[in-house]
């Protein structure tokens, strides 16, 4: 079987880093700084849940998450941040453009539990 594919964004190296030393032996992990290299993963890949942080320099994760919905409807979408109680992530949360919200430190387990309950459920599954 296929590893599914995930994908975060980050405006910092170390996290990035950190993410998919966490995460690669269990899926199959793109990282990026970049939010248009981030949009290309989404449509070129059969990515089946999508991580951002939330302050980033030109954009914010909540943004890019939407934008990556309109791509892909049935994405997966969740913010890890240092501030989970920002009002443009509780905003995004409350509308449904994020799915949940982790807070900076996140735990492994937490992360795993989101990609499991959301892997395959949808009409465009990539398995």
């Known amino acids: 079987m296929a590893k599914?594919?995930?994908?975060?964004?980050?405006?910092?190296?170390?996290?990035?880093?950190?993410?998919?030393?966490?995460?690669?032996?269990?899926?199959?992990?793109?990282?990026?700084?970049?939010?248009?290299?981030?949009?290309?993963?989404?449509?070129?890949?059969?990515?089946?849940?999508?991580?951002?942080?939330?302050?980033?320099?030109?954009?914010?994760g909540t943004e890019l998450l939407a934008r990556a919905r309109e791509l892909h409807p049935f994405l997966h979408a969740a913010i890890i941040s240092g501030y989970p109680e920002d009002a443009a992530i509780q905003e995004a949360f409350r509308s449904g453009i994020v799915d949940a919200v982790f807070e900076k430190p996140y735990t492994t387990q937490e992360i795993t539990e989101f990609i499991e309950a959301n892997s395959g459920n949808s009409p465009n599954a990539s398995e």
């Open 4 to 60: 599914r594919t995930i994908v975060f964004i980050d405006d910092e190296k170390i996290n990035l880093l950190a993410f998919r030393a966490q995460f690669r032996r269990e899926y199959d992990v793109h990282c990026t700084s970049d939010p248009a290299e981030f949009l290309t993963i989404i449509r070129s890949e059969p990515v089946r849940c999508a991580f951002s942080d939330q302050r980033m320099p030109g954009t914010t």
